[in-house]
């Protein structure tokens, strides 16, 4: 029997799509009414045109999900249409195509009536966050204007280093800049940004934790179960792992010191050995705390088998007079058992991936499967994979300053002085020890984690908002004594904006009231004089 759609469009573009899909090499058979369909059908899609909102394609979709299901529903979007991607991904479709090509449609519709969800969004126009509302001060636009200016230079920064110059000096002297621009702009927000403003300034997490492709957002699902999922999000991470991967973290990465080929090798191999530990936990059919801490007991292992594999488990160089083999000195020289802090816990990210577990997503409970959790999912699984290699380019770099043979072997040709070998170790123990007692802190007390992202070419860094009680907690005293500066920052700051008003407030009454009224009796006296040397003349 052919696949049965129910098509609901207008009547130019309905018959140009009946055409389509019955000139297809599936067979379709294409009703544009319910009387027509024989039984229920396999697919609902639905074109609403141009001039839908919001509000009503939820309400549309929902009726039409009560009336046809369990029948998936497809929605068709126009070219350039308005809607921000983050609210169209909460829609209760489980494909969602804007303006797609012939054969794109025709894949999609496969998909969809096997099970699966699809996404193909084009960039749309994002909200303006420094739109100024009304009722802002001079001091509020001055600060607004001065992040939107930032933010500006940053983004051309970012498309400079994308692709990144062949020029070492040019490549340093951009992600110089880059950093000293996110400081800038850190402190423009510490000093002067009131909490109203930083709401403005700051875009809400969940739109900052989705990954946005360069091209819009692309999500091809054929399987919603936990191992169709994992499937999608390992080859989409393969994908992002397979370019030159340059540094749009504004952090200093001990990944970079690695040469380009052994970087893709160690990501590539953590994803390969990250797939043997996923079914292992499906086989030992854990839960909750348990599937945590198993978890967390095969991390070790898995680190060393991703180095083994980086470095080639026959490899042999010259040390000391001899050969000796790389990947087994490595692990032998090397503290592969530590965590980051930064790195959340992975209950709900296996929960999901082992069981098909619903995930907690921008504060609502949503099925593994739909395009929200999915490319959240991909941005937990992208976080821990680049830590991961963090924490293992780190030995490896300390390995290499012991070996002198194994930095051509391993590192960037940059890096095979020692000079600069150690001065770029150096640096990451200074931002080690900034960021363990000053930046960590501070974003515990504000509720704020930073994940690594595998996106547009390169690794990111976005926030994500959720609370962080337990560990703000158990921090040292001096570190608990950091959270206070923003905690007075914030206690003051009212006071202080409300002192800086009541200055200005004098300074226009004295400008208004005496000095106005002062030149206006003075200009009085001389219009006055003047008229009467005029009557005597």
């Known amino acids: 029997m052919p696949s049965q759609l129910l098509l609901f469009a207008e009547p130019l573009l309905r018959d140009g799509l009946i055409r389509l899909l019955e000139a297809s090499q599936t067979v379709y058979r294409v009703a544009t009414k319910p009387e027509e369909l024989v039984g229920r059908p396999q697919l609902v899609i639905w074109h609403p045109g141009s001039a839908a909102t919001l509000a009503s394609l939820e309400r549309e979709l929902e009726e039409l999900r009560s009336r046809w299901q369990p029948a998936p529903l497809l929605l068709l979007l126009p070219q350039g249409q308005p809607h921000p991607t983050a609210q169209l991904l909460q829609l209760p479709v489980a494909g969602l195509l804007e303006a797609p090509e012939t054969q794109q449609l025709l894949e999609a519709i496969t998909t969809l009536c096997a099970g699966g969800r699809v996404v193909a969004l084009a960039d749309g126009p994002a909200p303006d966050p420094f739109a100024l509302p009304p009722g802002l001060g001079i001091g509020h636009r001055f600060l607004l204007s001065g992040l939107k200016q930032i933010d500006a230079k940053l983004d051309g920064c970012r498309t400079l280093l994308n692709p990144p110059p062949r020029d070492p000096v040019s490549l340093l002297v951009l992600q110089g800049r880059l950093r000293e621009l996110r400081a800038a702009r850190h402190c423009l927000l510490l000093l002067w940004g009131p909490l109203d403003s930083l709401v403005v300034a700051a875009p809400t997490a969940f739109t900052n934790a989705l990954p946005q492709a360069r091209f819009g957002t692309q999500l091809n699902l054929p399987s919603p179960s936990a191992e169709g999922i994992w499937h999608t999000l390992r080859a989409r991470l393969e994908v992002a792992s397979q370019g030159g991967l340059t540094n749009q973290s504004g952090q200093l990465l001990a990944l970079q010191g690695l040469a380009a080929d052994r970087r893709r090798d160690l990501l590539l191999s953590l994803l390969e ?239 208004t009231q005496v000095v106005g009224r002062s030149i206006g009796l003075v200009g009085r006296g001389i219009r006055q004089g003047m008229g009467r040397s005029l009557s005597r003349g």
Request: hydrophobic share 40%; net charge negative.
């Open 273 to 511: 050995h990250c797939d043997g530990v996923r079914q292992q936990l499906v086989v030992e059919h854990l839960h909750g705390q348990q599937l945590q801490g198993r978890w967390d007991e095969l991390q070790l292992e898995l680190r060393q088998q991703a180095l083994r594999a980086m470095t080639g488990p026959y490899v042999q160089l010259p040390r000391d007079g001899s050969l000796q083999g790389v990947a087994e000195a490595l692990i032998q020289g090397s503290d592969l058992a530590g965590s980051d802090p930064e790195l959340p816990e992975a209950q709900a990210m296996l929960a999901a991936l082992v069981h098909g577990q619903p995930l907690l997503v921008d504060g609502q409970l949503v099925p593994a499967d739909e395009p929200r959790a999915v490319l959240y999912l991909e941005q937990l699984l992208a976080n821990w994979l680049v830590r991961s290699a963090e924490l293992i380019s780190s030995d490896v770099l300390s390995s290499c300053a012991s070996w002198p043979e194994l930095r051509r072997y391993l590192l960037q040709p940059e890096l095979l002085a020692t000079r600069n070998l150690e001065r770029l170790r150096n640096q990451l123990n200074a931002q080690q020890r900034w960021n363990s007692w000053f930046v960590r802190p501070i974003a515990l007390y504000e509720s704020r984690r930073s994940l690594f992202s595998l996106q547009s070419g390169g690794i990111g860094l976005v926030d994500l908002t959720e609370p962080r009680d337990a560990e703000l907690r158990d921090l040292g005293w001096v570190q608990q004594l950091v959270t206070l500066s923003p905690e007075t920052r914030d206690a003051l700051a009212p006071q202080l904006q409300s002192l800086i008003k009541g200055f200005g407030d004098l300074f226009v009454v004295l400008l």
